[in-house]
């Protein structure tokens, strides 16, 4: 738990200061000096919290002062008490990342105090981490007396603690650790804490010169950082973090939404954190903050006195009713939180600011308190919102507050799911998953026009594929898990990827690992076409919270997966043609025909007009006539009447047998109808959306009905749909280098968007007019489209089955309908 020296304060906004401590990236093979340190003596694996301090004597404060950190597991590194900034962003040994900053800003003539909070939660810590052992890095381009350098020194070095106060603290449910992806909470004891160590006046005799954390060769240079591409004496291999660094901004805590009746009797309780309040000795009361809305934050607790307290906060997205339930999620009569939770153990001392290491997400925050034999003074609680700093550069309008509401609730979704990596969710599990990744990546770079955790996303797929051949289904992972049907969504991630962004020599140096993909999947490929049931988990979507397709027929064919298959299939000869191997784009071609014509041949049944999920046709579903449609499996004349069959199911349910999609397959719906001249359905298919609006979500969950994640990104791709179907702003060729504008309004009387093109702003306005001026004569309508296109883009407007070409610039097109 990472503990504020209240005493000190940045005039700075936080965020401020993260985007001024950011510098330019490194070249690719950076020549390291530095070595890496951790304690001499303490355990290299074992769950560990560790400062370490060093000081910086300048004379006048330099233009800049640029420095290289890392550790195993994180850091956060301070400059006179102020936080500079935290990492490494999450990667494997071979591909260890490290941060750069500019201290500068932070810098005093005189003497400066650098330190570092260093932590390994070994076996508690998120699934996401990987490690090795306790360790830290820092390297300043500063030389001579003016560098801070990290290396192994008997004296005037870096000097190390251990810090015996703060702790991980599993959950434990009935008896049992509950395992949770995300991690434990974290406790701190006042009593034990070094509250002087981010302090120049420190006391404390636990101080030790810093050691190597190769603890053979101690007090050798032999353990010098090395690049990824090197060889060295150490396990991590580092690269350069391509990532912004996270945002660090004010948010709100909450504010009291209940009292329990003791909570009530207590003056000013009720105001927290708005004013402080005090409990008295020997009194257990139950404070129940709200949000409003779902975050992902650290959270600042500040108390006074208090000997002999508990603290326990515990982090929740819903409250949960007597059966486990969540319900509407702004009830909290007779509800609880249940879930992660901290512990914060006061000392008895004044302005003790507790902040755990790593944030938390919830909406609501239940503070429970027991008093000892002192009172306690509450001060203060405030919150550091962090994420990804995404900027919401795309702009959607339209006579529909539903609309309004949905765009609102699915950016917040794809923020709080963006992090150093993209997350499936940021309460459970904190995992980058292909599913959920390749709508979040879509999401980034129409919304905010950033392409760098996606760059991150597919080099991480890539860098996790198994000897043979395919990728994990999420990664950066300590526990290996693999569906191999994400590997094929890979493909089509890298092939988004080609299309929205000006960069094929990245898409191209990718291509190896999508032929080693295809080459499995070829293996498993019987002769009819049809794909053999595939070791592993073979995971399409959830139909329920309990079941999920695919399907398979007793002679281990499935339908669905070979859908994706052919998908795959069409995505990698489209890159192979014109990036890579004409002759394999031809190759592919050819077994996507077959892979076609086998899964119509016993798939497709005729008495039912859908395609089935097994050969045997015992099984049908949303997903494989979603799939059928999209890569033209079902045949063109029938499409459409496939497509108003799906559109009347419902998330959750299984009309007439056919199973349901969740949230996240219904991405590739909206495709199927935009593929089937159906996109102006769209607007009607968000029902399931419309309906959580009563339910006062705050970001989508991941499926319906008693859903165990409240935020889960893949179900945000709404905000998608409505800039590529509704204002239709889509890319007519690789790179973006031409688009294709196709409005789909609906029923919408009229709508603005904006759309961050490679090239700058791409703005649309549309809206429909009668021919004729006077209301009372009966007659056609008028469609207006007024499209401004940045820099040199051109490309083609299409409405009702008509076109028109776009200049750069301002283009305005009226066409009249009958």
Known sequence: MRVIITLLTVALSSFTLL????????????????????????????????????????????????????????????VNGHRAGDGPARGDLTHWRYERFDLAPLLKPGENLITATVWNFGVYAPVAQMTDRTAFLLESEATGDASISSGVSKSGGWQVEIEPGQRPIPRVVDGNWEYMASGTGEEINAALYDWNWNSPSTSGSGWVPAASPIRESIYEN?????????????????????????????????????????????????????????????????????????????????????????????YAEALFDKDHHKGDRDEVADRQAIGLADSFLPDGGQHRTFEPLWWRTWRYLDLDITTGSEPLTLESLKAQFTAYPFQERATF???????????????????????????????????????????????????????????????????????????RSRYPSVLPQTIPTFSLLYVGMLHDYWMYRPDAEFTRSLLPGTRTVLDWFATHEQPDGLLH????????????????????????????????????LNDAADLEKSLGDPLLSTRYQARAAHVRTGIHDKCWSASRGLIAETPDQKAFSQQANIMGVLYDVIPKDRQQEVLRKMLAIDPGTTPDGVLSASYYFRFYLARALDHAGMADEYLNSIGPWRKLLPQHFSTWPEVPGNTRSDSHAWSAHPIYDFLTLVAGIEPASPGFATVRIAPHLGALPSLTATFPHPQGELKVEYHWTPLHPDPGIRGGTTFHADITLPGTLTGTFEFGGRGWPLKPGSNRIEIPMK
């Not at 090395?226 to 912004?244: I, M, R, Y």
């Open 19 to 78: 985007a001024q401590n950011q510098v330019a990236p490194d070249p690719p093979h950076h020549d390291w000096k530095a070595s890496w340190i951790t304690h001499p003596t303490a355990p290299l694996r074992e769950p560990i919290v560790l400062h370490f301090r060093r000081t910086l004597t300048l004379a006048a404060v330099p233009a800049n002062y640029t420095v290289r950190v890392s550790a195993d597991n994180r850091f956060i590194l301070f």
């Open 222 to 314: 032999v353990n010098t950082a090395h690049s990824a591409d090197t060889t060295g004496d150490n396990p991590w291999g580092l690269v350069p973090d391509e990532l912004l660094h996270m945002e660090y901004a004010p948010t709100s805590g909450g504010e009291v939404a209940r009292l329990d009746d003791i909570a009530n009797e207590q003056p000013g309780l009720s105001h927290f954190p708005e004013v402080s309040a005090g409990l008295p000795p020997g009194v257990h009361v139950h404070l129940l903050l709200d949000r409003k809305a779902l975050t992902t934050a650290y959270p600042q607790l500040t108390v006074s006195g208090g000997k002999g307290s508990k603290i326990t906060l515990t």
């Open 397 to 471: 309008k339209a006579d529909d507050p539903d609309v309004a509401k949905i765009w609102d609730i699915s950016w917040r979704t794809a923020r709080l799911d963006a992090h150093e990596t993209y997350m499936d969710t940021p309460y459970y599990e904190q995992l980058q998953y292909v599913g959920d990744t390749r709508i979040q990546a879509l999401i980034s770079y129409s919304v905010g026009g950033d392409d760098r955790l996606g760059r991150q996303a597919l080099q991480a797929f890539d860098l996790s594929r198994i000897p043979d051949g395919i990728t």
């Open 533 to 568: 049931e595939l070791p592993w988990w073979s995971f399409i979507d959830w139909v329920s919270e309990h079941q999920e397709i695919p399907t398979y027929d007793a002679h281990g064919e499935s339908c669905m997966t070979t859908l994706e298959y052919l998908g795959a």
